[in-house]
């Protein structure tokens, strides 16, 4: 089982956020989606739910994280989405750090599918998220 900086119980609560925010109707997120989701793409996006909950919680618990916790959200987010195999989960973490920007927690929930892709991630580490 790989050590994880960020706690699992902070990953779960994330997902469940997540779930929570893109379950709403009057959220959308498109499908053509920018290489590395471009600051003013994510503005585009999110204009209208400045003012949402989920989203406000979401981003507080990730900029609460220190720099290292977030690039680990975000390379659990491409192992589960199967960018990576669990083998490569250190390269995962090396290439999070280069694309590692002040608005993960924007990129992040950019992905509708993100609560399935990091318990998968999770998963895939050895980690229990029930």
Known sequence: MATLAV??????RLCQLA???????????PDDQP???????LDDVFDDHHEDAFLGEFRAI???????????????????????????WELAVEDSVDAW??????????HPMLADHL???LRMLGYDVE
């Open 7 to 12: 706690g699992p119980d902070d990953v779960l």
């Open 19 to 29: 779930r929570e925010f893109h379950a709403q109707e009057a959220v959308a997120v």
């Open 35 to 41: 290489e590395g989701l471009a600051d003013e793409w």
């Open 62 to 88: 990730v900029a609460d994280l220190e720099p290292d916790q977030q690039m680990q959200v975000v390379a659990l987010l491409w192992l589960g989405r199967g960018d990576y195999e669990s083998e490569e």
């Open 101 to 110: 920007t002040p608005r993960t927690a924007d990129y992040l929930i950019a």
């Open 119 to 121: 318990e998968e991630g």
